[in-house]
């Protein structure tokens, strides 16, 4: 097996300035989803992160994950044979992902661990920094792949947020897979029967990586957690609402 700690690792580029030798601070991991958060309220992540306080993200939420779980559970052949109605408007799509999962070619629900320094690691473990899970994941052939992810809710507005998401998709996938050389990220809005997909090179999307390695190490090593609040912020957080608030700031 290659040894993915050497100098020549295919999945690194050389301006990129990787090291375990910084102190991590009260959040010490990250995911899209609490990067996300964090950049747009940090405090928001400190009631979640290091007060541990659950945060109600509502009824869509929890449809969501409902049909995360329908779809993977059809790939995998355990749901029979007729296509749940909530996935309906990707029939063809998913009896496509079900053939090629009996094939060996597709992946469910991947959870993958990395470390500080980009190398797999468990999705829960000690030297675990970042969390990077896919709803599909396509093998094609050594060097090609094609990454799926399943959205529930409206597609326009969040282009350029599904957009970041997608790349941190590539990015992974790529330390993931030393060998690939070219993947394409695809998101289905299996509301709308719409997608919206890109393909990237290994280079392409390794120009991103030190910008997005610098924001995780800003999150991960962070001591202080500032309110940012905002109509929009506090209109998709929980924690300013109910008969005990946990957010002294949130505009209602």
Known sequence: MENLTSPNRPDLISTVEITEDIELGLVPSWSYSTLKTYEACAYRTYISKVKRVQEDFGPAAERGTRIHDEAERFV???????????????????????????????????????????????????????????????????????????????????????????????????FMYPDLEILNTEMWYLDHGTTMEQTYTRDEAMVFMPKLHERAVAMTTATKFPPNPSNYNCRWCSFGKGPEPHCEWAQL
């Open 76 to 174: 995998r052949h355990e749901l029979g044979d007729e296509v749940p109605e909530s996935l309906r408007k990707f029939s063809h799509k998913f009896l496509e992902l079900k053939t090629l999962f009996a094939e060996a070619k597709v992946e469910t629900e991947g959870e993958w661990g990395f470390t500080l320094l980009w190398e797999p690691t468990g999705w829960i473990s000690p030297d675990t920094w970042a969390r990077i899970k896919l709803d599909a994941l396509v093998h094609e052939s050594e060097t090609s792949a094609r990454v799926i992810d399943y959205k529930t809710g409206k597609q326009m507005g969040n282009e350029i947020a599904h957009s970041q998401q997608a790349l941190i998709y590539a990015i992974g996938t790529f």
